[in-house]
């Protein structure tokens, strides 16, 4: 199933200081690891029970993202978002 605005239209999606998520153990910044899939692959999955794997495509967004140079607490965001 598809999941976008209606009639044509454009959304533009802001996130803003990018660079604040904790880094877990693993070198992963959990909730950029999200906006990651939307971007690369235009949407998400379903975790639901009865739909678990079924993919929720995204379309006719837009991404904006801001941060911070990383340093005195900022993080850098991973190289797989660069």
Same mark, same amino acid.
């Given at each position: 199933?598809?999941?976008g605005p209606p009639n044509?239209?454009?959304m533009t999606i802001f996130f803003d200081d990018v660079s604040m998520p904790e880094v877990n153990k693993w070198g992963d910044q959990t909730t950029l690891e999200l906006v990651?899939?939307?971007v690369e692959y235009g949407g998400f999955c379903?975790? +639901?029970k009865?739909?678990?794997g079924d993919f929720k495509t995204c379309e006719d967004l837009q991404y904006l993202a801001a941060m911070?140079?990383?340093?005195g607490?900022?993080? +850098?965001i991973p190289n797989r978002l660069k």
């Amino acid at each position: 199933k598809n999941y976008g605005p209606p009639n044509g239209k454009k959304m533009t999606i802001f996130f803003d200081d990018v660079s604040m998520p904790e880094v877990n153990k693993w070198g992963d910044q959990t909730t950029l690891e999200l906006v990651r899939l939307a971007v690369e692959y235009g949407g998400f999955c379903f975790l +639901d029970k009865d739909k678990r794997g079924d993919f929720k495509t995204c379309e006719d967004l837009q991404y904006l993202a801001a941060m911070q140079h990383p340093g005195g607490g900022k993080n +850098d965001i991973p190289n797989r978002l660069k």
